[in-house]
Nanobody, 124 residues
Framework: QVQLVQSGGGLVQAGGSLRLSCAAS????????MGWFRQAPGKEREFVAN????????YYADSVKGRFTISRDNVKNTVYLQMNSLKPEDTAVYFC?????????????????WGQGTQVTVSS
């Protein structure tokens, strides 16, 4: 059974940095795509970034491009989201997820397994 356990997050001032981690277990993730999404209060869950487990191809939402970096550690089976130059509008609950169908999908419905979510709050 696939499990995604998130860590990191918290409160930071605008311009600061945070790193989120997502430890994956339960199966081999080779060939799959790992993604990060976020959901602000009153808004729909939106795509942030994803990475192909094999090869490391990445894709970012325009809103975070140049500020966020997604990466993975194959040995630790962990995906990271390094967030720099944070803005108040980045405040949200962040979720990691696995797309087992394949492809660099950005729709939340393409992802089958989800982490528990972690709060990121950016103060102005």
């Amino acid at each position: 059974q696939v499990q995604l356990v998130q860590s990191g997050g918290g409160l930071v001032q605008a311009g600061g940095s945070l790193r989120l981690s997502c430890a994956a277990s339960g199966r081999s993730f080779s060939g799959y795509v790992m993604g990060w999404f976020r959901q602000a209060p009153g808004k729909e869950r939106e795509f942030v970034a994803n990475i192909m487990w094999s090869g490391g191809m990445t894709y970012y939402a325009d809103s975070v491009k140049g500020r966020f970096t997604i990466s993975r550690d194959n040995v630790k089976n962990t995906v990271y989201l390094q967030m720099n130059s944070l803005k108040p509008e980045d405040t949200a609950v962040y979720f990691c997820a696995v797309n087992v169908v394949g492809g660099m999908a950005t729709r939340r419905t393409s992802y089958s397994y989800w982490g528990q979510g972690t709060q990121v709050t950016v103060s102005s």
